[in-house]
């Protein structure tokens, strides 16, 4: 007897209860319309929150969200998106920091434009990945395309190229890996006897102002050199790099067969705004045959911005780090690194077989992978595409030139209020700055006083302000990233330190003055 025939004389078998169909949550032809109404309802939420927003902060604490968020049982779905986003009002819409808030002083976090928020909408939805040509076509031309737009808006010539990344922090260790990997290769050329890379590496140093960027660093100590590579250099009054201080440096590397494989200026330091001398530093880069890498992450909004000029001496640099995500007011990540001469990308190629054999870059076939430390990435590229076609370069200029021109109202309404002291005056959109007690106060409370004052406005909600420190001084800082901020919205979170710093001297500094006089 066949089975056919056999199974049509079982009795039939008892009914199984329905089980849901998981695949109704895949995105595709049959639930794009369900993926409408989700992603419809998740925005008019957002949308709704942002139009009563009040204040950039509700003053939550970690230990009171914590015991909110470990009571969710994530082993117990909540079978509907609108329960869902219910719940995510209280575990993180209600208590966000609204970077959009024109009381929002704090990191370099920047307020997004609309058409880089539906780029990125896009982009999640289809869900390229950009490391090979066959799974992004136009994803891969689009994010080419904008490699040159940047690189050209450099002034890095016709053999440049580059890559998007996650950020300024691999940007800079991109570029300073291939940097390093150069470096060995010109060693090994001009030796009589190539010495082994592993012979190398102990010589190599990087360069950078002590006002750099923290990845220089940290990127030193990845690339295998630790982070006694790297060698400080004094800046001026003005936080800018000093190039005879540069030229030191350089001299005596070279004096003790060392060798600089970077020298990293800085265009927009984190604390300071400032940006390095550029036309005197590539100088000394090309008078060293040391390659120049500048991290233009924070002042790249200088190349769309009418102070384009302030980038002087950028066109002369072997890699720039960008962050499209800082001063281009785009949704992270999007970012980029670019280099002047694209054959020195070959250093971070690597071809696999089932990926990107070297007969396809043989073929000139376009894979992104072969010259990306990523493997997978999104098509971040699409944001700033969608902005650019939307509002234009000159637009996003003007925004970049918005918030440069109230750092420099806000310079002068800091340097002329006695209540504090402003360490110095704004290239970019930064002010470092501290509350001053007192006369008789001393250095201890002026600190305490400063730490108080920032964390108990960040408590309030009402302003978040950064810090850092000068000298070993504990500072406040202004980064001024939205043009919808204004001086009087300075002067208010002024008047709120001071109001934050009164009440602690009052409860402080007579103890303080009486153990002195003691």
Same mark, same amino acid.
């Given at each position: 007897?066949?089975?056919?025939?056999?199974?049509?004389?079982?009795?039939?078998?008892?009914?199984?209860?329905?089980?849901?169909?998981?695949?109704?949550?895949?995105?595709?032809?049959?639930?794009?319309?369900?993926?409408?109404?989700?992603?419809?309802?998740?925005?008019?939420?957002?949308?709704?929150?942002?139009?009563?927003?009040?204040?950039?902060?509700?003053?939550?604490?970690?230990?009171?969200?914590?015991?909110?968020?470990?009571?969710?049982?994530?082993?117990?779905?909540?079978?509907?998106?609108?329960?869902?986003?219910?719940?995510?009002?209280?575990?993180?819409?209600?208590?966000?920091?609204?970077?959009?808030?024109?009381?929002?002083?704090?990191?370099?976090?920047?307020?997004?434009?609309?058409?880089?928020?539906?780029?990125?909408?896009? %982009?999640?939805? +289809?869900?390229?990945?950009?490391? @090979?040509?066959?799974? *992004? #076509?136009?994803?891969?031309?689009?994010?080419? $395309? !904008?490699?040159?737009?940047?690189?050209?808006?450099?002034?890095?010539?016709?053999?440049?190229?580059?890559?998007?990344?996650?950020?300024?922090?691999?940007?800079?260790?991109?570029?300073?890996?291939?940097?390093?990997?150069?470096?060995?290769?010109?060693?090994?050329?001009?030796?009589?006897?190539?010495?082994?890379?592993?012979?190398?590496?102990?010589?190599?140093?990087?360069?950078?102002?002590?006002?750099?960027?923290?990845?220089?660093?940290?990127?030193?100590?990845?690339?295998?050199?630790?982070?006694?590579?790297?060698?400080?250099?004094?800046?001026?009054?003005?936080?800018?790099?000093?190039?005879?201080?540069?030229?030191?440096?350089?001299?005596?590397?070279?004096?003790?067969?060392?060798?600089? %494989?970077?020298? +990293?200026?800085?265009?927009?330091? @984190?604390?300071?705004? *400032? #940006?390095?001398?550029?036309?005197?530093?590539? $100088? !000394?880069?090309?008078?060293?045959?040391?390659?120049?890498?500048?991290?233009?992450?924070?002042?790249?909004?200088?190349?769309?911005?009418?102070?384009?000029?302030?980038?002087?001496?950028?066109?002369?640099?072997?890699?720039?780090?960008?962050?499209?995500?800082?001063?281009?007011?785009?949704?992270?990540?999007?970012?980029?690194?670019?280099?002047?001469?694209?054959?020195?990308?070959?250093?971070?190629?690597?071809?696999?077989?089932?990926?990107?054999?070297?007969?396809?870059?043989?073929?000139?076939?376009?894979?992104?992978?072969?010259?990306?430390?990523?493997?997978?990435?999104?098509?971040?590229?699409?944001?700033?595409?969608?902005?650019?076609?939307?509002?234009?370069?000159?637009?996003?200029?003007? %925004?970049?030139?918005?918030?440069?021109?109230?750092?420099?109202?806000?310079?002068?309404?800091?340097?002329?209020?006695?209540?504090?002291?402003?360490?110095?005056?704004?290239?970019?959109?930064?002010?470092?700055?501290?509350?001053?007690?007192?006369?008789?106060?001393?250095?201890?409370?002026?600190?305490?006083?400063?730490?108080?004052?920032?964390?108990?406005?960040?408590?309030?909600?009402?302003?978040?302000?950064?810090?850092?420190?000068?000298?070993?001084?504990?500072?406040?800082?202004?980064?001024?990233?939205?043009?919808?901020?204004?001086?009087?919205?300075?002067?208010?979170?002024?008047?709120?330190?001071?109001?934050?710093?009164?009440?602690?001297?009052?409860?402080?500094?007579?103890?303080?003055?009486?153990?002195?006089?003691?």
């Amino acid at each position: 007897m066949s089975f056919l025939a056999q199974s049509a004389e079982e009795p039939p078998s008892p009914a199984v209860p329905t089980q849901p169909d998981h695949r109704a949550h895949l995105l595709n032809d049959a639930t794009a319309e369900r993926y409408r109404r989700s992603v419809t309802e998740g925005v008019e939420r957002v949308a709704a929150k942002l139009s009563a927003t009040t204040r950039p902060f509700t003053g939550v604490t970690p230990h009171e969200l914590a015991p909110v968020i470990s009571g969710v049982d994530l082993d117990r779905p909540l079978h509907d998106s609108s329960a869902a986003l219910d719940e995510l009002e209280d575990v993180y819409l209600r208590d966000a920091v609204y970077f959009h808030h024109p009381r929002y002083l704090g990191h370099l976090n920047c307020p997004v434009v609309i058409p880089a928020v539906l780029g990125e909408a896009v %982009l999640s939805a +289809v869900n390229s990945s950009l490391d @090979t040509w066959d799974q *992004s #076509i136009g994803g891969t031309l689009i994010e080419r $395309r !904008l490699i040159r737009w940047t690189a050209d808006r450099i002034g890095l010539g016709t053999a440049a190229d580059g890559i998007f990344t996650s950020g300024g922090t691999q940007s800079n260790f991109h570029a300073l890996l291939l940097a390093r990997d150069e470096a060995c290769r010109i060693v090994g050329k001009n030796s009589a006897v190539p010495p082994r890379k592993a012979d190398i590496l102990p010589r190599l140093r990087i360069l950078a102002s002590e006002c750099s960027h923290f990845s220089v660093a940290k990127s030193a100590a990845l690339l295998g050199l630790g982070y006694e590579a790297v060698i400080p250099v004094p800046v001026d009054r003005d936080k800018r790099m000093r190039p005879a201080a540069l030229a030191r440096e350089l001299e005596r590397c070279r004096a003790e067969d060392l060798v600089p %494989l970077a020298v +990293v200026a800085t265009a927009g330091t @984190t604390d300071f705004g *400032s #940006i390095d001398p550029l036309p005197e530093i590539a $100088r !000394l880069c090309e008078q060293y045959e040391t390659w120049m890498h500048v991290d233009a992450a924070y002042g790249c909004g200088l190349l769309v911005s009418r102070r384009r000029h302030l980038l002087d001496g950028i066109e002369r640099a072997d890699s720039v780090t960008v962050d499209y995500h800082k001063s281009f007011f785009q949704p992270v990540s999007s970012s980029a690194v670019l280099v002047r001469d694209q054959a020195t990308l070959r250093h971070a190629t690597y071809h696999a077989d089932y990926l990107n054999p070297a007969r396809m870059a043989e073929g000139q076939i376009p894979n992104q992978v072969d010259k990306s430390i990523q493997t997978t990435r999104r098509f971040d590229a699409l944001k700033l595409w969608m902005t650019l076609r939307v509002m234009g370069a000159d637009a996003v200029g003007g %925004l970049f030139d918005a918030v440069v021109d109230l750092a420099a109202e806000g310079w002068k309404l800091l340097d002329a209020d006695p209540r504090f002291e402003v360490v110095t005056q704004p290239q970019l959109s930064t002010l470092v700055f501290r509350y001053v007690p007192p006369a008789g106060t001393g250095p201890e409370l002026t600190d305490a006083v400063n730490l108080h004052a920032r964390e108990a406005l960040f408590a309030s909600g009402d302003a978040v302000v950064a810090g850092t420190k000068v000298d070993g001084a504990h500072y406040l800082k202004f980064t001024l990233l939205n043009p919808q901020t204004t001086v009087h919205d300075i002067a208010c979170v002024l008047d709120l330190i001071d109001g934050h710093a009164l009440r602690y001297l009052s409860q402080h500094a007579e103890p303080e003055l009486a153990a002195r006089a003691g």
